[in-house]
């Protein structure tokens, strides 16, 4: 996916206003991994609260192992990082997903969708069609 296209899809988001089980990170994520694949991961994980979300991620052993299940094992490694991919950092409120333009990702927050410099996460994934 292009740089060009990538930006479509960050302007399209922050248009859309935040919740749970619509436009949070996950879901912010996991629609920009479809749009790549044509392969949607979301329909299994259904919620819309903060809550409802904290359980999926316990059940599945936390964001890192929900997210690898679907996309294989993340890389730490973030010279390698690259657009498009599928970035985890943690914040105050826990673990968040965000697409990276290399050297910053954008994440989708309930302010809207902020950039972050890519020192601040742990690692990502590489998302390929």
Not at 29 to 58: C, H, P, Q, W
Request: proline share 4%; aromatic share 10%.
């Amino acid at each position: 996916m292009t740089r060009d296209e990538i930006a479509a899809y960050l302007h399209e988001q922050a248009a859309r206003p935040f919740a749970w089980g619509v436009t949070d990170c996950v879901q912010f994520a996991g629609a920009f991994v479809e749009k790549i694949t044509g392969r949607s991961y979301l329909a299994d994980y259904e919620y819309n609260s903060e809550l409802g979300a904290a359980r999926i991620m316990l059940a599945a052993g936390g964001l890192e192992a929900l997210v690898s299940k679907h996309l294989g094992p993340m890389s730490r490694d973030l010279r390698e990082c690259a657009d498009g991919d599928i970035v985890l950092s943690a914040f105050d409120r826990g673990p968040t997903l965000g697409i990276a333009v290399p050297r910053v990702f954008f994440l989708r927050t309930e302010r809207g969708v902020i950039p972050v410099n890519l020192e601040h996460a742990i690692g990502f994934w590489r998302v390929e069609g």
